[in-house]
């Protein structure tokens, strides 16, 4: 996995985005969507300049490990799910919402599968929004010991693109799983909920912080 260091080489010297739009040309949504490693490529002209600006080389710039690391989710079929969306706050309740966390782990030659299982646990509300806690854990106590291991070799900078890519999968999931049950009334309730997670995996937090 490759990611940039944009964002501590901008905390460490206290620069915001805005200051370091005006100062080299670069957009502020390009600044910050690099810096969140939300970006796909980077144009080498865009690195050159930051590079620069910054005063650090390339290699200083991004951060390598050679572990590779893909997520797949799959939302079981929702049985029960009743909102109730005629009085304010919303409420919920009859819920049975579960999923299957596949983790690929891709290093030299070698590739492991681990497999998390995922409930819901909770739903509560707090001013008017639905949060739904989903509890992450390993279906095997060995997998769980093996995959430590490799947590272990992950630096903390990658656990914020880890946590982005794992929670946008199971909410992109639920969502999906949700509306596949075409209920006309989730439409506008459901897009105020969110999402909060109790995991076994180190990169996922809890709570969230949105």
Same mark, same amino acid.
Request: negative net charge; glycine residues 4%; contains cysteine.
């Given at each position: 996995?490759? =990611?940039?260091?944009?964002?501590?080489?901008?905390?460490?010297?206290?620069?915001?985005?805005?200051?370091?739009?005006?100062?080299?040309?670069?957009?502020?949504?390009?600044?910050?969507?690099?810096?969140?490693?939300?970006?796909?490529?980077?144009?080498?002209? $865009?690195?050159?300049?930051?590079?620069?600006?910054?005063?650090? $080389?390339?290699?200083?710039?991004?951060?390598?490990?050679? #572990?590779?690391?893909?997520?797949?989710?799959?939302?079981n079929p929702?049985?029960?799910? =009743? #909102?109730?969306t005629?009085e304010?706050?919303?409420?919920?309740?009859?819920?049975?919402?579960?999923?299957d966390?596949?983790?690929?782990?891709?290093?030299?030659?070698?590739?492991?599968?681990?497999?998390?299982?995922?409930?819901?646990?909770?739903?509560?509300?707090?001013?008017?929004?639905?949060?739904?806690?989903?509890?992450?854990?390993?279906?095997?106590? +060995?997998?769980?010991?093996?995959?430590?291991?490799?947590?272990?070799?992950?630096?903390?900078?990658?656990?914020?693109?880890?946590?982005? $890519?794992? $929670?946008?999968?199971?909410?992109?999931?639920?969502?999906?799983?949700?509306? +596949?049950?075409?209920?006309?009334?989730?439409?506008?309730? #459901?897009?105020?909920?969110?999402?909060?997670?109790?995991?076994?995996?180190?990169?996922?937090?809890?709570?969230?912080?949105?």
């Open positions: 996995m490759i =990611r940039n260091r944009l964002a501590e080489l901008l905390s460490e010297r206290s620069l915001k985005i805005t200051r370091v739009a005006k100062d080299t040309g670069i957009s502020r949504n390009t600044i910050t969507s690099t810096a969140q490693n939300d970006s796909k490529m980077i144009q080498l002209e $865009t690195i050159n300049t930051l590079c620069k600006y910054l005063a650090v $080389t390339p290699n200083e710039f991004f951060q390598f490990i050679p #572990i590779d690391l893909e997520f797949h989710v799959i939302t929702i049985q029960k799910l =009743r #909102i109730i005629d304010f706050p919303l409420t919920i309740s009859d819920v049975d919402i579960s999923l966390l596949y983790i690929d782990c891709f290093s030299e030659r070698n590739k492991q599968t681990f497999e998390l299982e995922g409930v819901l646990s909770d739903v509560s509300e707090v001013d008017g929004m639905l949060i739904a806690t989903i509890s992450i854990k390993f279906r095997s106590e +060995d997998e769980k010991i093996e995959f430590k291991k490799i947590e272990k070799m992950i630096p903390v900078g990658f656990h914020t693109s880890l946590f982005r $890519t794992i $929670t946008g999968k199971i909410e992109e999931s639920i969502t999906n799983g949700i509306y +596949d049950l075409n209920i006309e009334s989730l439409n506008d309730s #459901i897009s105020g909920m969110m999402i909060e997670y109790e995991s076994e995996l180190d990169f996922v937090y809890y709570p969230l912080p949105f």
